[in-house]
């Protein structure tokens, strides 16, 4: 099994155990997402065909769907924070008029 399979069976075993906490049928839960009860299904079972769209959509409902921000976040450029940092502290004057 490969390490993205690995992954999304886990991902796929997380929603399974959040969808069973808050005592949701698959039938309950596809029709809060859109999505069919056989689409629940393979979501839960790590199934890689599964359109992203409907992930998002189930992050949604389980109040998840910021941590999207954290995949893919640009990464912090120390130079460009201390630039800000000194150009703030930098006193600013309007100039003389001539």
Known sequence: MSTIDEKLKSLGIR???????RNESRE???ARIGVS???I??????DSKVLIGHWVAALDILNHVDDL???????EDLFIKYDLSKSS???Q??????
């Not at 929603?15 to 906490?21: C, G, K, Q, V």
């Not at 299904?41 to 790590?46: D, P, T």
């Open 89 to 91: 502290q930098t006193r």
């Open 15 to 21: 929603l399974l155990s959040e969808r069973l906490r």
């Open 37 to 39: 009860r056989p689409t």
């Open 41 to 46: 299904r393979k979501m839960e079972s790590g």
């Open 28 to 30: 309950i839960f596809a």
């Open 69 to 75: 921000d954290a995949i893919l976040a640009l990464p």
């Open 93 to 98: 004057r309007a100039r003389r008029r001539s």
